[in-house]
């Protein structure tokens, strides 16, 4: 597939229609979201220099090789609280970031593609093909409201400790393909405000990826194609990828195994264990499976070994002892079916596509879409973020202790522990994009060098 | 690349191959219905892919096709000039389907196919050599990198089915965003960054380069023929340029044309009378939800608009539907844009087209979704039910359920449109608009007799 399929693409509904299901935005949940407190968080702490740090990739320096115009490029869009919509902004530098910001209040900021020309003036270019995106992060997009046939504690926009977790392995297993399979190594993972996560991978070779190459890359990842029409809701192939066996081994089956089985109780009653059963193709196992645990139900739930483990062991072991090869694969589809990472995949193929701005304030919640490391996602808790409210607090309590008027120094909120997350991202990221532009910069020297002598 | 050249070399005696890679137009001289016959008897064998292709027929099938057709339309009795037939044909098609995106689009992927089944049945000798002219950048991984990767490359040989490595395997070392078509489906095995691409899988990478080596040219003629040719061969080649491309591309599904207008309150009726499988669904997902996914509401909508309904009413009738589920507000703010965006009203202006089965069946639809060919996503229950609702006997469920089996979704949908219509579909189902009219016409004419015989009765 080549460059022109991608001109062919459609910029409408390019936002994520399911984060705005929820709105309208004024009938928020008062308590947890004020608009003067989203003010406030403007004003006094969101971070607009790191944020602009990390959109201009090393091109806002002295050096020669540096494309000044690159951040200015780039796609912002806001949401206000009217709900007015406003596409296509876009900034020079930060101060015009924070002034804008600050001045419109926006609700919602996603970030969207950098555009071959100002996106601001793209009517300014005449032409199909003046305007265009040419740069984009590779982006993902989970969201657990797509694992409600899998989690019985919550459904929808919910979320509680016990699903959590398939969010933290769709973290560890995307995380580790992109890095060992794609070779990616400036990954950033973000808590999305409510009920999922976004992930942005910015290596440089990511941001170039045309259209074509996102939807393999979303392809490769799409696994899970399950959906109510349809019985089979995983297909693996004739045998695990070497990639799905990593996944597999390392994160998805004990996973299944020691928590989410018992967590989410997915054997103990009728309703739940058919959902397994009718995954297994053999009528007669699936006869002799449901006879016992209708019978036994009692008896077995007086012993000490947990229901759940003991009636996964029994199905593994009917599998597995089984002379067809289909069925021994049948205990590996029924864990990927209910743990493997579960894409919006119309995000992550278009390189036009606008993903919400980290530390943009969930306008449901009122909690902070902060940066989560993925070295340690299981200790990530959603419920613990900062809030707009809880920062508030610190604030005041900041302003106490420091006097009126003096301005507050770092240190000073619970959300510079994300900022230090989302810093110990951007270090190594610039520093990659620095070294990067040294050698193209070299290399152009060194042609212009060796042309001039030959002319 | 040394191990390239080398063989090059030995090939350049051994194997010449009989596929040209197209570089640059033939200074030769070319009559003038030869001008036209060739391009016509190309143009055969690639709408008969273009046909083969929304048949659904799988890979295997196709090649075969491919070189079936090839072998039927491009011969040359005269031995010694076949390969002229070849070069001047593409390079007069060059020229029909230069003119605009779509042309292009039709030409360069069913050219591309044309390229990749002939690779495919050349030799290993004059692969290579072709591999060779066409520019193939990367080196063969070489046996220690090869020995340490053993394992992975079998595990992926065993995952798509094909066997294990024999000890002179040859493999390349490509970085993955070269073959996109082969990690969409984890074909390759990948490692930070590089895909192992198997010898047998290179062609990906060949018909790759062949595909944007076109694309370029194909931009290049036409700024050629805009600025300078059409005006110069006015009298001449012009006519027959223009006349070959629109003859050939089939019917053109955007703008209704035998029925020319449906309204709203009528939409049920045709809906449970004439639409397709597909668009049942949608249809019924709709009334029930009062919601469609993005997928839905453009496989919906764009057939809708095929079939008849003007902007007014499709903004009327997906507001009637969305409001009761998002108020209606949301619903202009959100949804009438992409609806609007439909017809053209919007964005780049682009009158959009009626999906075609091909481009439904390709899909991929997620969890929520609805959209895409029931025939190839429902499971067999789901699919008897909603067949059986549809009113296709139970004596015919069989042999469509066979055709669904083996993955001939076309031809099950043929065969529903014959069991629900009771009359033949001898042309096939390609698109669903296509059903819609084909069903209007037979029910229609239904109507026509069943009042002649009542005329004549009274």
Same mark, same amino acid.
């Given at each position: 597939?080549?460059?022109?399929?991608?001109?062919?693409? #459609?910029?409408?509904?390019?936002?994520?229609?399911?984060?705005?299901?929820?709105?309208?935005?004024?009938?928020?949940?008062?308590?947890?979201?004020?608009?003067?407190?989203?003010?406030?968080?403007?004003?006094?702490?969101?971070?607009? $220099?790191?944020?602009?740090?990390?959109?201009?990739?090393?091109?806002? #320096?002295?050096?020669?090789?540096?494309?000044?115009?690159?951040?200015?490029?780039?796609?912002?869009?806001?949401?206000?609280?009217?709900?007015?919509?406003?596409?296509?902004?876009?900034?020079?530098?930060?101060?015009?970031?924070?002034?804008?910001?600050?001045?419109?209040?926006?609700?919602?900021?996603?970030?969207?593609?950098?555009?071959?020309?100002?996106?601001?003036?793209?009517?300014?270019?005449?032409?199909?093909?003046?305007?265009?995106?040419?740069?984009?992060?590779?982006? %993902?997009?989970?969201?657990?409201?797509?694992? /409600?046939?899998?989690?019985?504690?919550?459904?929808?926009?919910?979320?509680?400790?016990?699903?959590?977790?398939?969010?933290?392995?769709?973290?560890?297993?995307?995380?580790?393909?992109?890095?060992?399979?794609?070779?990616?190594?400036?990954?950033?993972?973000?808590?999305?405000?409510?009920?999922?996560?976004?992930?942005?991978?910015?290596?440089?070779?990511?941001? #170039?990826?045309?259209?074509?190459?996102?939807?393999?890359?979303? /392809?490769?990842?799409?696994?899970?194609?399950?959906?109510?029409?349809?019985?089979?809701?995983?297909?693996?192939?004739?045998?695990?990828?070497?990639?799905?066996?990593?996944?597999?081994?390392?994160?998805?089956?004990?996973?299944?195994?020691?928590?989410?089985?018992?967590?989410?109780?997915?054997?103990?009653?009728?309703?739940?264990?058919?959902?397994?059963?009718?995954?297994?193709?053999?009528?007669?196992?699936?006869?002799?499976? #449901?006879?016992?645990?209708?019978?036994?139900?009692?008896?077995?739930?007086? &012993?000490?070994?947990?229901?759940?483990?003991?009636?996964?062991?029994?199905?593994?072991?009917?599998?597995?002892?089984?002379?067809?090869?289909?069925?021994?694969?049948?205990?590996?589809?029924?864990? %990927?079916?209910?743990?493997?990472?579960?894409?919006?995949?119309?995000?992550?193929?278009?390189?036009?596509?606008?993903?919400?701005?980290?530390?943009?304030?969930?306008?449901?919640?009122?909690?902070?879409?902060?940066?989560?490391?993925?070295?340690?996602?299981?200790?990530? *808790?959603?419920?613990?973020?900062?809030?707009?409210?809880?920062?508030?607090?610190?604030?005041?309590?900041?302003?106490?202790?420091?006097?009126?008027?003096?301005?507050?120094?770092?240190?000073?909120?619970?959300? *510079?522990?994300?900022?230090?997350?989302?810093?110990?991202?951007?270090?190594?990221?610039?520093?990659?994009?620095?070294?990067?532009?040294?050698?193209?910069?070299?290399?152009?020297?060194?042609?212009?060098?060796?042309?001039?002598?030959?002319? | 690349?040394?191990?390239?050249?080398?063989?090059?070399?030995?090939?350049?005696?051994?194997?010449?191959?009989?596929?040209?890679?197209?570089?640059?137009?033939?200074?030769?001289?070319?009559?003038?219905?030869?001008?036209?016959?060739?391009?016509?008897?190309?143009?055969?064998?690639?709408?008969?892919?273009?046909?083969?292709?929304?048949?659904?027929?799988?890979? !295997?099938?196709?090649?075969?096709?491919?070189?079936?057709?090839?072998?039927?339309?491009?011969?040359?009795?005269?031995?010694?000039?076949?390969?002229?037939?070849?070069?001047?044909?593409?390079?007069?098609?060059?020229?029909?389907?230069?003119?605009?995106?779509?042309?292009?689009?039709?030409f360069l992927t069913h050219e591309t196919?044309? @390229?990749?089944?002939?690779?495919?049945?050349?030799?290993?000798?004059?692969?290579?050599?072709?591999?060779?002219?066409?520019? %193939?950048?990367?080196?063969?991984?070489?046996?220690?990198?090869?020995? !340490?990767?053993?394992?992975?490359?079998?595990?992926?040989?065993?995952?798509?089915?094909?066997?294990?490595?024999? &000890?002179?395997?040859?493999?390349?070392?490509?970085?993955?965003?070269?073959?996109?078509?082969?990690?969409?489906?984890?074909?390759?095995?990948?490692?930070?960054? @590089?895909?192992?691409?198997?010898?047998?899988?290179?062609?990906?990478?060949?018909?790759?380069?062949?595909?944007?080596?076109?694309?370029?040219?194909?931009?290049?003629?036409?700024?050629?023929?805009?600025?300078?040719?059409?005006?110069?061969?006015?009298?001449?080649?012009?006519?027959?340029?223009?006349?070959?491309?629109?003859?050939?591309?089939?019917?053109?599904?955007?703008?209704?044309?035998?029925?020319?207008?449906?309204?709203?309150? *009528?939409?049920?009726?045709?809906?449970?009378? &004439?639409?397709?499988?597909?668009?049942?669904?949608?249809?019924?997902?709709?009334?029930?939800?009062?919601?469609?996914?993005?997928?839905?509401?453009?496989?919906?909508?764009?057939?809708?608009?095929?079939?008849?309904?003007?902007?007014?009413?499709?903004?009327?009738?997906w507001k009637a539907e969305f409001s009761?589920?998002?108020?209606?507000?949301?619903?202009?703010?959100?949804?009438?844009?992409?609806?609007?965006?439909?017809?053209?009203?919007?964005?780049?202006?682009?009158?959009?087209?009626?999906?075609?089965?091909?481009?439904?069946?390709?899909?991929?639809?997620?969890?929520?979704?609805?959209?895409?060919?029931?025939?190839?996503?429902?499971?067999?229950?789901?699919?008897?039910?909603?067949?059986?609702?549809?009113?296709?006997?139970?004596?015919?469920?069989?042999?469509?359920?066979?055709?669904?089996?083996?993955?001939?979704?076309?031809?099950?949908?043929?065969?529903?449109?014959? $069991?629900?219509?009771?009359?033949?579909?001898?042309?096939?189902?390609?698109?669903?608009?296509?059903?819609?009219?084909?069903?209007?016409?037979?029910?229609?004419?239904?109507?026509?007799?069943?009042?002649t015989v009542k005329n004549e009765t009274?």
């Amino acid at each position: 597939m080549t460059k022109e399929e991608i001109e062919n693409d #459609r910029d409408d509904m390019m936002i994520d229609e399911k984060e705005q299901q929820g709105f309208p935005l004024m009938q928020c949940a008062q308590e947890e979201f004020d608009p003067d407190q989203l003010n406030m968080y403007y004003v006094k702490l969101f971070p607009y $220099a790191d944020i602009y740090k990390w959109m201009s990739y090393g091109n806002d #320096r002295k050096h020669p090789a540096c494309d000044l115009s690159y951040f200015g490029r780039r796609e912002f869009s806001f949401i206000l609280g009217n709900d007015v919509y406003l596409r296509y902004q876009s900034f020079n530098n930060a101060a015009q970031m924070e002034n804008s910001i600050k001045s419109k209040c926006p609700f919602k900021i996603d970030i969207g593609a950098v555009y071959s020309v100002d996106p601001a003036k793209r009517n300014a270019y005449a032409g199909e093909n003046a305007f265009t995106p040419v740069e984009k992060e590779l982006v %993902f997009d989970i969201d657990m409201s797509d694992y /409600d046939d899998v989690r019985y504690c919550c459904s929808g926009a919910n979320i509680c400790n016990k699903c959590w977790p398939l969010m933290t392995i769709a973290i560890k297993v995307m995380d580790s393909a992109l890095r060992e399979d794609f070779g990616f190594t400036h990954i950033l993972w973000v808590y999305s405000g409510r009920r999922g996560v976004h992930c942005w991978v910015c290596d440089a070779r990511a941001r #170039r990826l045309n259209n074509a190459q996102r939807a393999a890359i979303a /392809d490769y990842f799409h696994v899970y194609k399950g959906n109510e029409n349809s019985r089979k809701k995983v297909f693996l192939g004739a045998a695990l990828h070497p990639s799905l066996v990593r996944s597999y081994q390392q994160v998805l089956r004990p996973f299944f195994e020691e928590e989410l089985l018992c967590g989410q109780s997915l054997l103990e009653t009728e309703e739940k264990f058919e959902k397994i059963l009718e995954m297994i193709p053999d009528e007669s196992i699936t006869a002799k499976l #449901r006879g016992e645990w209708l019978g036994n139900h009692q008896r077995s739930s007086n &012993s000490k070994e947990d229901i759940n483990r003991v009636r996964w062991e029994k199905l593994k072991s009917h599998l597995q002892s089984g002379k067809q090869k289909g069925l021994r694969r049948c205990v590996e589809e029924i864990v %990927f079916s209910y743990t493997y990472p579960r894409l919006d995949m119309g995000v992550t193929k278009l390189t036009n596509h606008l993903l919400k701005a980290p530390f943009c304030v969930h306008p449901k919640t009122g909690r902070v879409c902060v940066p989560i490391d993925p070295e340690c996602c299981e200790k990530f *808790d959603p419920m613990a973020v900062p809030t707009l409210s809880s920062l508030k607090k610190e604030l005041d309590k900041g302003k106490l202790e420091n006097g009126e008027g003096k301005k507050l120094e770092t240190g000073r909120t619970s959300l *510079d522990k994300s900022l230090k997350v989302f810093r110990d991202f951007l270090e190594p990221l610039l520093k990659s994009c620095k070294e990067e532009m040294e050698i193209s910069y070299n290399a152009k020297l060194q042609q212009s060098k060796s042309s001039s002598l030959t002319w | 690349m040394e191990i390239l050249r080398s063989q090059k070399k030995i090939s350049a005696q051994a194997a010449i191959p009989t596929l040209p890679v197209y570089r640059s137009a033939p200074s030769l001289e070319v009559r003038l219905e030869d001008f036209e016959l060739f391009a016509i008897d190309r143009l055969r064998v690639l709408t008969g892919i273009s046909n083969g292709l929304s048949r659904g027929k799988k890979p !295997d099938e196709m090649e075969k096709l491919g070189n079936d057709l090839w072998k039927a339309n491009m011969r040359h009795h005269d031995s010694s000039r076949m390969l002229d037939k070849d070069i001047i044909s593409h390079f007069v098609l060059r020229l029909v389907y230069c003119r605009n995106e779509e042309l292009r689009k039709w030409f360069l992927t069913h050219e591309t196919k044309l @390229f990749e089944y002939r690779f495919r049945v050349e030799s290993v000798e004059s692969q290579k050599a072709l591999m060779a002219e066409i520019g %193939f950048p990367y080196t063969a991984v070489g046996i220690g990198e090869l020995e !340490d990767m053993r394992e992975n490359l079998n595990q992926v040989a065993r995952s798509i089915g094909r066997q294990m490595l024999t &000890s002179d395997a040859l493999f390349f070392k490509v970085p993955f965003e070269e073959v996109p078509e082969l990690i969409s489906g984890r074909k390759v095995y990948i490692h930070k960054g @590089f895909a192992y691409v198997a010898m047998n899988q290179a062609v990906n990478i060949v018909t790759g380069m062949f595909r944007s080596n076109l694309s370029k040219g194909l931009v290049l003629t036409n700024r050629k023929w805009t600025t300078t040719l059409k005006e110069q061969e006015k009298d001449r080649l012009t006519p027959i340029v223009e006349a070959l491309s629109t003859s050939y591309l089939g019917p053109d599904y955007s703008q209704p044309k035998e029925y020319a207008e449906i309204s709203i309150k *009528d939409i049920d009726k045709v809906a449970s009378s &004439s639409f397709p499988l597909c668009m049942r669904h949608l249809f019924e997902k709709l009334r029930e939800d009062h919601h469609l996914k993005h997928g839905g509401r453009m496989q919906l909508g764009l057939f809708l608009k095929g079939v008849g309904l003007n902007l007014d009413d499709a903004l009327a009738f997906w507001k009637a539907e969305f409001s009761q589920k998002v108020g209606s507000e949301r619903f202009d703010k959100e949804y009438a844009y992409s609806i609007r965006h439909n017809y053209g009203k919007e964005g780049k202006r682009i009158d959009y087209t009626p999906y075609s089965c091909q481009k439904i069946i390709s899909s991929t639809p997620g969890a929520g979704d609805q959209h895409g060919c029931p025939y190839r996503n429902f499971s067999k229950e789901n699919l008897e039910a909603a067949l059986s609702k549809m009113g296709v006997s139970s004596r015919l469920m069989g042999d469509v359920m066979d055709k669904v089996k083996n993955r001939h979704y076309q031809l099950a949908c043929t065969l529903t449109f014959e $069991a629900v219509h009771a009359s033949s579909c001898d042309s096939g189902i390609n698109h669903p608009n296509q059903y819609f009219i084909d069903s209007q016409k037979i029910l229609q004419a239904k109507v026509t007799n069943s009042t002649t015989v009542k005329n004549e009765t009274t």
